[in-house]
């Protein structure tokens, strides 16, 4: 095979591959995460790519917490939901470039 006809084949492999990448980047952006926070006060829901879509707080039970704890739990619920949005998007681009590397 001739140096350009290796060029040629070694580029279709890595277009293959970023399209693979960006396919899994896309699927896993669109996918969503709910974390569900404590006592039955609620859920936050984020995207895939870790932008928060959704906050549902439950009136009554809003009730039972101060300003500053509500507030708290709401930090913690988003940042937790990020943190496994994040965990899972990274897994499935790592999942693509793990199966790449075995063709």
């Not at 926070?37 to 549902?56: H, K, M, N, Y």
């Not at 439950?58 to 704890?69: E, L, Q």
């Not at 943190?83 to 897994?91: G, H, M, P, Q, S």
Request: hydrophobic letters at 45%; glycine letters at 6%.
């Amino acid at each position: 095979m001739s140096y350009q006809d290796e060029l040629y084949h070694l580029a279709k492999e890595i277009d293959a591959t970023v399209a693979a990448v960006e396919q899994a980047a896309t699927g896993a952006a669109r996918d969503r995460v709910v974390w569900r926070l404590p006592g039955e006060l609620g859920s936050v829901t984020v995207s895939g790519a870790g932008e928060l879509v959704d906050v549902s707080v439950d009136v009554a039970t809003m009730k039972d917490y101060s300003a500053p704890s509500l507030s708290r739990q709401l930090l913690l619920g988003i940042q937790r939901a990020e943190e496994v949005a994040a965990r899972r998007y990274e897994a499935a681009i790592a999942a693509v470039q793990d199966e790449e590397r075995l063709v």
